[in-house]
């Protein structure tokens, strides 16, 4: 099945890719590894959870910031390739999650992100994963993701 239709069968469009900055871009193509830069929650041009988990972030809008990272992923690799159907594997994801120190649940909030890919690649979406707490991330977010894939040779 289409990944896309997959995807709006769970009511998730892939939104237009947001432009990066002169210094990097959003995906790097090496041989047929595809390099996802990290992106942010971002969700009609705003951010809707700021701060950290444990403090300002609950589970669930850390996990809905987590999808929201990983649709913004997504929408990258679309306009790069042309297709997400010309991903065959989603090969591994690092999911950072602004946190205070005692907070210790970070594969719980990155475990939506992981569900999200399962559903709409099917076993090509399951990963290898790293999950870290960090101190801050930029401009308060509480979520970043960056992954790697697996594509098909042109």
Known sequence: MDIVARLKEQGITIPPASKSSNAYVHVRQVGNLLYVAGHS???DGQYPYMGKLGAEVSI??????ACNCVINCLASVQEYLGDLNRVKNVVKLVGYVASVPSFTRQPEVI???SDLLIAAFGEPGR????SVGVAVLPGDIPVEIDMILEVEAV
Do not use: I
């Open 111 to 113: 475990n939506a992100a």
């Open 41 to 43: 929650p971002k969700k």
């Open 60 to 65: 669930e809008q850390g996990q809905e910031s």
């Open 127 to 130: 990963h290898a994963r790293t």
